[in-house]
T-cell receptor
Framework: AQKITQTQPGMFVQEKEAVTLDCTYD???????LFWYKQPSSGEMIFLIY??????QNATEGRYSLNFQKARKSANLVISASQLGDSAMYFC??????????????FGTGTRLQVTL | ETGVTQSPTHLIKTRGQQVTLRCSSQ?????VSWYQQALGQGPQFIFQ???????GRGNFPPRFSGLQFPNYSSELNVNALELDDSALYLC???????????FGDGTRLSIL
């Protein structure tokens, strides 16, 4: 079974600074996908960025980048130039293929990021 | 493009009752997945529907059931509600089973 580990329950960062949220994963699959989602207090899960296991380049989406180190099984999220609106829970997730065409996301326990002035 | 919408936003039920939660998938998406998120935890996979058929299920008892309709909208039904069913229920749709899932705002279910 796949497992996602997020070891930072909470993080603080000053506005305009960069922050790295850690994520390590465990899988025996060769093909997998890694995702980061943002969850504000309202509850919605907002898709941020995706990295496929065969992608050679680290994924980037605006201020978000994913530091993918396959040998270390880590997929850390880097947020540059933090903004107050970045304060939220952040979840790392891995896509696992089930039987047939089915797939599911396995989530970590999340990291609560607080951006301060 | 219309995103994923869920209804109702909040719901209060008592033990033993039954509940139906609804989800309209994003336009063009044929796959819907449901997740349960207990307070302070990450979401847990309940099941997935693809073209009106359940094609994957997590570790949830049979009293959790679902449907997907021809327009790809979906329902989650929970029978014989228990206190531990209190959670945020999230619906996610995707263009296909291996594409990124886009989530709705969730339904907060409280069991008294």
């Amino acid at each position: 079974a796949q497992k996602i580990t997020q070891t930072q329950p909470g993080m603080f960062v000053q506005e305009k600074e960069a922050v790295t949220l850690d994520c390590t994963y465990d899988t025996s699959d060769q093909s997998y996908g890694l995702f980061w989602y943002k969850q504000p207090s309202s509850g919605e899960m907002i898709f941020l960025i995706y990295q496929g296991s065969y992608d050679e380049q680290n994924a980037t989406e605006g201020r978000y980048s994913l530091n993918f180190q396959k040998a270390r099984k880590s997929a850390n999220l880097v947020i540059s130039a933090s903004q107050l609106g970045d304060s939220a829970m952040y979840f790392c997730a891995m896509r696992e293929f089930l039987t047939g065409t089915a797939s599911k996301l396995t989530f970590g326990t999340g990291t609560r990021l607080q951006v301060t002035l | 493009e219309t995103g994923v919408t869920q209804s109702p936003t909040h719901l209060i039920k008592t033990r033993g009752q039954q509940v139906t939660l609804r989800c309209s998938s994003q336009s063009g998406h044929n796959t819907v997945s449901w997740y349960q998120q207990a307070l302070g935890q990450g979401p847990q996979f309940i099941f997935q529907y693809y073209r009106e058929e359940e094609n994957g299920r997590g570790n949830f008892p049979p009293r959790f059931s679902g449907l997907q309709f021809p327009n790809y909208s979906s329902e989650l039904n929970v029978n014989a509600l228990e206190l531990d069913d209190s959670a945020l229920y999230l619906c996610a749709s995707s263009y296909d089973t291996n594409q990124p899932q886009h989530f709705g705002d969730g339904t907060r279910l409280s069991i008294l």
